[in-house]
C-alpha cells in the first residue's frame, strides 16, 4: 500500500477510541502497518475491521498498560507479529476523580501514574532496543497541557505523571538523537474525549463544543511520523483556539474528595 508510511510498523496505546483511533486510521491510510492496543476488545476489533477496509494491515492486542509485565508483552508481541517497531505512539491516558492533592489517595495516585508515566517508560524501554539496532525510530508521546500548566481541572496526579512523561520523552531525545532515534511530545490542551466524563465536574456539550476533536491531535501525530528522518519535532503545543469559562468546574474540585462533601447538581 502505497504512502508516506508505507513499510513502517506502528504501536499505538489507548487505539480503541479518541486520539489513538484517529491515529491508527490516519498512519493507516498513509500505508503502515499497524498494532493497537487498549484495555476493551469490541472498540480495538472496531478499529482493525476499518483499517482492513482500505487494504491496510491491523492487529489488536487487549492490554493493561499500567502493568509493566503487559506492556513489555505488547512491545514483544508486535515484533514478532510484525517484525518490528518504527513508530511508537504512547496514547494511553488515564485521569484521577479526586483532584486535589489534599484528598487524592495513594492507590488512585499510583493508577494514574503507572498509566501516564511507569507505562511510557515500558514500552519506550522494549522498543527501543530494535530502533537502535537499525539506527531509526521514533517514539511519539501524547501528554497534556497539564504538565506546563497544572491545577485542578487535569488534577495534581494527572499534571505530575504527563510532565514526567514530557521529561522522559526529552531525555530519549539528548541521549540518542544522534543514533537515528526521534522521541516527539505532543502537548494537548482540553480535547473532546471519554476522559473528560471522569472529571468531578464532566463538561457539559456547550463546553465540549469549544474543545479540540480527537482528529486534531491526531494529525500533529501523523505529522511528527512522517517527516524526513533527518527532522524531528520535539514538542508541539495544542490548544483550543477559543478559550472558556472553567471557573464553576475548578470549585468542585478543589472540594470533591474531601470527606462530607457533596457535589452541587
Keep these: 500500500m502505497a ?30 502497518s499497524v498494532a493497537l492496543a487498549g484495555r476493551r476488545k469490541e472498540p480495538l476489533d472496531a478499529v482493525v475491521k ?15 498498560v499500567a502493568k509493566t509485565g503487559e506492556a513489555r508483552a505488547l512491545a514483544k508481541w508486535t515484533e514478532e507479529t510484525f517484525g518490528r517497531v518504527d513508530i511508537l505512539v504512547n496514547n494511553a491516558g488515564f485521569a484521577s476523580k479526586v483532584r486535589t492533592v489534599r484528598w487524592v489517595d495513594e492507590e488512585e495516585w499510583r493508577s494514574v501514574v503507572d ?12 522498543v527501543l532496543h530494535g530502533m ?35 521529561n522522559l520523552m526529552q531525555d530519549v531525545h539528548t541521549e540518542f ?32 463544543a469549544t474543545m479540540m476533536m480527537p482528529e486534531d491531535v491526531a494529525e500533529a501525530i501523523l505529522l511528527c511520523a ?25 470549585a468542585i474540585a478543589a472540594r470533591f474528595g474531601e470527606p462530607g462533601y457533596t457535589r452541587p447538581r
Excluded at 3 to 27: D, N, P, Q, S
Design 3 to 32: 504512502g508516506r508510511l508505507a513499510g513502517k510498523v506502528a504501536l499505538i496505546t489507548g487505539a480503541g477510541t479518541g486520539i489513538g483511533r484517529a491515529a491508527a486510521l490516519l498512519m493507516a491510510a498513509e500505508g503502515a
Design 50 to 64: 476499518e483499517i482492513e477496509k482500505t487494504g491496510a494491515r491491523a492487529q489488536a492486542r487487549v492490554c493493561d
Design 115 to 126: 498509566v501516564n508515566l511507569t507505562a511510557v517508560y515500558a514500552l519506550t524501554q522494549s
Design 132 to 166: 537502535l539496532e537499525r539506527k531509526e525510530g521514533t517514539i511519539i508521546t501524547v501528554t497534556s497541557l497539564a504538565a506546563l500548566r497544572p491545577g485542578l481541572i487535569s488534577g495534581a496526579p494527572y499534571g505530575a505523571a504527563k510532565a514526567g512523561a514530557r
Design 177 to 208: 538523537r544522534n543514533q537515528g532515534i526521534r522521541a516527539t511530545t505532543i502537548i494537548p490542551a482540553e480535547v473532546d474525549t471519554a476522559i473528560l466524563d471522569n472529571r468531578p465536574a464532566p463538561p457539559d456539550a456547550a463546553a465540549r
Design 226 to 250: 512522517t517527516l524526513p528522518a533527518r527532522t524531528v519535532i520535539e514538542e508541539i503545543v495544542l490548544s483550543p483556539t477559543r478559550d472558556r469559562d472553567r471557573s464553576g468546574e475548578i
